[in-house]
Structures are given as C-alpha cells and as structure tokens.
C-alpha cells in the first residue's frame, strides 16, 4: 500500500464548477499535511498547509480527518488557470509525496 | 519565487557514463534536497542535506552520490548512468529539518539511452 493515496484523475469540469479531491495516508504518526500544485512540466509549488481545523484560503479549503487518515481539497468557482496537478503531501520526518491529481478547467 | 538554480535543465547521456546535476540556491536555506520524479509515482527522495559536509541517504539513492562544499550547492552524481535513471529530477531547499514547506528548483530533465 503506498504511503500517500490519490486518484490520479484527470478530473475534467467547466468553468465555475466545484471539485473536490482527496487523498489518504497510511501512517497515523504522520504530522503535517500539505498541498502543493504542479503546473504541466514545472516545479511544484506549496499551495496551502492543512491545519487539523480545516483551512480556506481564497476559492480553496482543506480539510484533515485524522480519524480516518484523509485530507481533502476542495476548489469552488474553477479557473481555467486551475488546471493542473495537485498533490498530497504528508510530512513524517520527510515529505512523502502523493503522485498527484489532474484537473482539466474546460471553458 | 525561492532562488534556486538547477543545471543542466536538459541532458541526454549514454549508459554507464557518469553524470553530475547541480543545484544552487541563494536563499542561505541549511537543508537541500534532491528528488525524482516519475510517471505513477510521488516525488521520490534521493539524497538530503541537512548542513555543508553534511548528507544522508532518502529512499532511492541506489546508483546516486551527493557532495555539498557549500551553503550554496549541492550536487547529485550518477556513478554509471542506466535507463531506470532516466526522470526529472528536482532540487529542494527548506529553513527547518523534518521537510517543512519545500521550495523546489526548475528541474533537470534526464535522459539515459
């Protein structure tokens, strides 16, 4: 079992739509959890912490269950320029790397 | 944006040839990483740094060597380059141990034929 789950899409939706991902971790020790998004060919870049309370930033929302190990992202109103990979990331000492999830914003 | 520098950005090399990607960072940040990225997998950790002399092995540094003289660089070697090394590889930077927010580099895209 990998250490961070993601379905790894694509998930294609229209303009304005909102989109939900999640992601699963198998080690209940592990202590923050991050998103990070990756544009086509590019870096990633951190694009928000998850905090155990859940957090919003903008069109953006992450949420953490610790309970049952998943963390999740929520997008409202999409963006063309949201198309692209986002992944999971848990830190255990390190960080530990979902291999992403692919939006398609379709106009 | 973080200042790091990675070089080459691009490099084709033949099989059991040694190769050495290099990254540079401006932001002073102690610890520095190095990555592999590949279609179906996560970032995988190759090498880490965590101070100038100072490095210790991720979970796939089969094949790989590290070597960090300065704050400022932190090189990755390919002792024998072999096509299961073929990926994009990415430099990391942080300020804190544990791999708090990461700033990664532009990449090196690797090719080993």
């Known amino acids: 079992r990998k250490e961070v789950e993601q379905d790894p899409g694509p998930f294609n939706v229209p303009e304005g739509a909102t989109v939900a991902f999640n992601c699963t971790y198998s080690?209940?020790?592990?202590?923050?959890f991050f998103w990070y998004r990756q544009d086509c060919r590019k870096e990633p870049k951190l694009l928000m912490s998850?905090?155990?309370s859940g957090n919003e930033d903008g069109r953006f929302t992450a949420q953490l269950n610790r309970a049952s190990q998943y963390i999740s992202l929520l997008i409202r109103d999409s963006k063309l320029s949201d198309s692209a990979t986002y992944l999971c990331v848990v830190r255990e000492g390190k960080l530990i790397f979902g291999q992403g999830t692919t939006l398609q914003v379709k106009p | 944006d973080a200042g790091i520098t990675q070089s080459p950005r691009h490099k084709v090399t033949e099989t059991g040839t040694p190769v050495t990607l290099r990254c540079h960072q401006t932001?002073?940040?102690?610890?520095m990483y190095w990555y592999r990225q590949d279609p179906g997998h996560g970032l995988r950790l190759i090498h880490y740094?965590?101070?100038?002399?100072?490095?210790d092995k991720g979970e796939v540094s089969d094949g790989y060597s590290v070597s960090r003289s300065k704050t400022e660089d932190f090189l990755l070697t390919l002792e024998s380059a072999t096509s299961s090394q073929t990926s994009v590889y990415f430099c990391?930077?942080?300020?804190?141990?544990?791999?708090?927010?990461?700033?990664f580099g532009p990449g090196t895209r690797l090719t080993v034929t």
């Open positions: 998850v905090y155990s």
């Open positions: 080690n209940s020790a592990s202590q923050s």
């Open positions: 990391a930077i942080s300020e804190r141990t544990g791999g708090y927010e990461q700033y």
């Open positions: 932001e002073n940040h102690r610890y």
């Open positions: 740094s965590y101070g100038v002399k100072d490095t």
